[in-house]
């Protein structure tokens, strides 16, 4: 048992996991973010361009709510696709915005891993008139 506990514990302390946890935690938090932006931002200004139309409410009624008076007998069975429509919204966000962040990262670590350019090796000095010179004039001294 104490092996097994062992190898528990060097497994949840792993940096992996942790990064994974924290991971879990911070896209939870995004996700809330992302469901009041299309709920709270989003579907209103959707609503207004349609004429007033609430996504949320909209709903194919399978059965009728039975009533007596104010009071409900029997609730509506309805299938609630505005709530779809909205939920769809928010996973698209939510896919572009780690799309956008998984983007980032890959060229942050291509940027990263790339050597950096090698200084390009100085071309050779020409040789100056003198050396010319020198050069032809022992040319001319060894043709005689």
Do not use: C
Not at 20 to 39: H, R
Not at 51 to 70: C, P, Q, R, S, Y
Request: no cysteine.
């Amino acid at each position: 048992m104490k092996k097994f506990m062992a190898e528990f514990k060097a497994f949840a302390m792993r940096g992996n996991v942790l990064d994974m946890a924290v991971g879990v935690i911070i896209g939870g938090a995004f996700g809330k973010i992302t469901t009041s932006l299309v709920n709270d931002v989003l579907m209103p200004l959707l609503s207004m361009l349609t004429g007033g139309l609430d996504f949320t409410a909209w709903k194919w009624i399978l059965k009728a709510a039975v009533m007596e008076g104010e009071t409900v007998v029997t609730p509506e069975i309805a299938v609630n696709f505005g709530t779809l429509l909205a939920v769809v919204i928010d996973f698209i966000f939510i896919a572009f915005a780690v799309f956008l962040l998984v983007k980032t990262m890959n060229a942050l670590h291509r940027k990263k891993e790339e050597p950096e350019p090698e200084p390009e090796p100085e071309a050779p000095a020409a040789p100056t008139t003198e050396e010319l010179l020198t050069e032809i004039r022992d040319l001319l001294k060894t043709q005689k």
